[in-house]
């Protein structure tokens, strides 16, 4: 389990990153907010971000699968939370994979500052290759958590997000209607039989 650092300080330079990631249906969301929780217990000044076009439960909130909620400022850019996130002690990212090419810098800035940042999203696409600045979040990252979902196939632990619909484009909103968590060898399973249909 993580643990929070627990220096309470907003000089420059003590801030830093922690990443949050896996695949769908790992519990990122549920981390994220169980360490907001956390912070806020701590009487620490904290706000959360999500990109704007996640409305899949919500318009506003960072809701998990299982439908706990937090609310969150929807925003356009990775550069607007900067802006919102003015004397605030904790930020929290929540899918992080659909932001610009921006957050890093974001990260660093806010971290820089002294603020610590939470960031959480999906470090692999349905095809399994790196999502967004997810590897570059990771890489600058002072902490990174990598979760696991329970592969629907096998009952192993899974990494992988597959996609059961035809869909091709990168980016398609989705849960269970559109996703499978799988493990490293179901993964591969379904990868060769699509391959077979072509």
């Known amino acids: 389990m993580f643990l929070e650092d627990t220096r309470n300080s907003r000089r420059a330079g003590e801030g830093w990153i922690e990443v949050i990631c ?3 249906f790992s519990g990122k969301t ?4 169980r360490r907001i929780n956390r912070a ?3 009487h620490q ?4 971000f999500k990109p704007i076009i996640e409305d899949r439960y919500h318009r506003k909130n960072i809701v998990t699968h299982n439908r706990d909620t937090h609310d969150s400022t929807p925003v356009n850019s990775a550069e607007e939370i ?3 996130a003015e004397g605030s002690e904790v930020v929290g990212i929540d899918e992080a994979q659909f932001f ?3 957050l890093p810098d974001v990260c660093n800035e806010l971290a820089n500052r002294g603020t610590r ?3 959480a999203g999906l470090d692999m696409d349905f095809e399994g290759k790196p999502f967004g600045s997810m590897p570059h979040l990771m890489a600058i990252a002072e902490y990174v958590t990598k979760v696991h979902a329970i592969c629907v196939k096998t009952g192993k632990l899974a990494h992988y997000s597959h996609r059961i619909s035809d869909r091709t484009e990168q980016v398609t909103l989705g849960e269970a209607d559109q996703y499978q ?3 490293r060898k179901a993964y591969l399973e379904e990868q060769s039989r699509g391959k077979n249909i072509e």
């Open 181 to 183: 968590p799988l493990s």
């Open 82 to 84: 900067l802006h919102h």
């Open 45 to 48: 000044k904290v706000i959360v």
């Open 100 to 102: 610009d090419a921006g």
């Open 30 to 33: 549920e981390e994220l907010i």
């Open 40 to 42: 806020k217990i701590a």
């Open 117 to 119: 940042v939470m960031v």
């Open 22 to 24: 896996g695949s769908m």
